[in-house]
């Protein structure tokens, strides 16, 4: 097992970092999407908090998935990808990675706007972000959510872009994310 | 003669200057009779509570109370009374709120008020006391023990009273059905109260 990416597979460092967070990111939707159409109560409180703790962890390992990219780029597009296709490529990425950031940072101003601390599963608490306001909060939790359906697109393009290399391209652009023997599978043409 | 046209005047200044010292306690009357009352300035008293809601601390206050206190700090001898109108809690999340007012917690349809009483106080040194006294809320009465100090300012035109206690919401019954549990609402609520008095006559 190789940690560091190769220029033709992911390392892996990366591919942890990809399937810990999409299979989490899966869990935290879940959790927000019951969590919202749950009404007041404590079972609501329950979720809500188990969703903002989570959302947290998630934030933290994109900064250092963020941080390792930095450090090991990831390998290179196939050569033979047209420019647009590069261009969209480059372009969902760039998004799924800023959603990942401002997901949890509107989670969390609207947390403190509408005047609840956030806690990291009860070990840590973060600071109020800025000041309780109702009309701040409604504004941030309309962002939270606009953004959060802006993910479910994006990453239906980028599912959609994965099957596309696979088995339209036949490249092994999806293979070279996979652990193990299926991502070292070669290719037949 | 010179000398009594000096003396006569003296004895009458002196007699002067003696009189609100004689006729003081009779004019005061039962003003002096017990300790000096006071009750709150409603512009600068605040009253505030902290619990625990899924593990971070959860800040609100109480915007209606009302404060009868007579104490004597010199002899740490006097009486409180302190009434907190439930309703007025506010923590800055209008759920939180209604929660907190509503059945599973405060009940404040059926419990509108919480009450201390204390006529037991003890001198902790300097201008530091301690109350023991009887905290009723939610329909129960608990003793609680208040640690607060006590200052007198302004040649007694004001005085100044701050302190914490800590409470246990399930000595009061306040949190129940699924609420009951500690680990997402916590058990213990602390109480601070920064307050400023100002003379009151006795209740």
């Given at each position: ?100 950031f401002t ?64 088995r339209v ?21 | ?119 037991d106080f ?82």
């Open positions: 097992m190789q940690w560091r990416n190769s220029p033709d597979r992911y390392g892996a460092m990366a591919q942890g970092f990809h399937w810990l967070i999409a299979v989490l990111l899966v869990v935290q939707y879940g959790i927000g999407l019951y969590g919202v159409r749950l009404g007041t109560g404590f079972e609501q409180l329950v979720v809500l908090a188990r969703h903002k703790s989570l959302g947290i962890t998630l934030f933290g390992l994109a900064l250092l998935r963020l941080a390792w990219r930095g450090w090991n780029p990831p390998p290179p597009l196939p050569g033979d990808m047209r420019r647009a296709e590069r261009g969209l490529a480059h372009a969902s990425h760039g998004l799924l990675y800023l959603l990942l997901l949890p940072v509107t989670g969390w101003l609207f947390s403190s706007a509408s005047g609840i601390s956030v806690s990291w599963f009860g070990w840590i608490t973060l600071p109020d972000l800025v000041g309780v306001s109702e009309p701040l909060a409604d504004a941030l939790l309309r962002v939270h959510i606009g953004l959060s359906l802006l993910l479910v697109l994006t990453v239906a393009l980028h599912v959609a872009a994965a099957l596309w290399h696979h391209r036949r490249d092994t652009v999806l293979l070279r994310m996979l652990p193990g023997r299926w991502g070292r599978r070669e290719r037949q043409s | 003669m010179m000398r009594d046209w000096l003396v006569a005047p003296a004895i009458l200044l002196a007699m002067v200057m003696a009189t609100p010292a004689l006729a003081g306690p009779a004019l005061a009357g039962p003003a002096l009779a017990g300790p000096p009352c006071w009750t709150r300035d409603a512009a600068d008293s605040q009253f505030e509570f902290t619990g625990k809601q899924a593990g971070a601390p959860a800040h609100g206050r109480f915007r209606r109370f009302t404060v009868q206190a007579c104490f004597d700090p010199d002899q740490a001898q006097g009486e409180l009374e302190v009434e907190v109108d439930l309703d007025s809690l506010d923590t800055r999340n209008a759920t939180r709120d209604a929660t907190l007012r509503g059945p599973e917690f405060l009940d404040v349809s059926h419990y509108p008020r919480a009450r201390y009483q204390a006529s003890e001198s902790l040194g300097g201008q530091h006391y301690r109350a023991r006294g009887t905290l009723t809320l939610h329909g129960v009465s608990q003793p609680l023990a208040v640690p607060f100090s006590f200052r007198v300012d302004n040649d007694g035109r004001q005085a100044e009273a701050r302190g914490t206690a800590a409470l246990d919401r399930r000595d009061f019954d306040v949190g129940q059905g699924r609420w009951a549990g500690t680990r997402w609402v916590g058990a213990e609520v602390e109480l601070s109260f920064s307050l400023k008095l100002v003379p009151a006559s006795p209740p």
